[in-house]
């Protein structure tokens, strides 16, 4: 009954290449893997053509949530601005 339900959930969610999620929300290809493999993103493994592709579930709810964690990537002008966002990312 849970795998069911599991797949119903899946099919209202989109599926977005690692790149492209990356490109959409201005990230590295590195952090968006590693956001998914510590459970930020929800994601799944395929298999095809013998090689292990990512994709990232996209639900509208849980991309408010992940739009909130990011920070806007803004060079900072003086070294007390860049301190003080440091401290923030900690």
């Given amino acids: 009954m849970y795998n069911r339900e599991k ?3 899946e099919t209202f969610m989109k599926r977005m290449s690692v790149k492209a999620y990356a490109r959409k929300h ?3 290809i590195y952090n968006v893997i590693k956001m998914a493999r510590t459970g930020a993103l ?3 493994t395929v298999e095809e053509e013998g090689k292990e592709v990512i994709y990232i579930l996209v639900d509208d709810d849980k991309e408010k949530e992940v739009e909130k964690e990011i920070l806007p990537h803004n060079p ?3 070294l007390k601005e860049e301190n003080a966002l440091l401290k923030a990312e900690i």
């Fill in 7 to 9: 797949r119903v959930e």
């Fill in 42 to 44: 929800e994601s799944e």
């Fill in 76 to 78: 900072p002008k003086s």
């Fill in 26 to 28: 201005k990230l590295s």
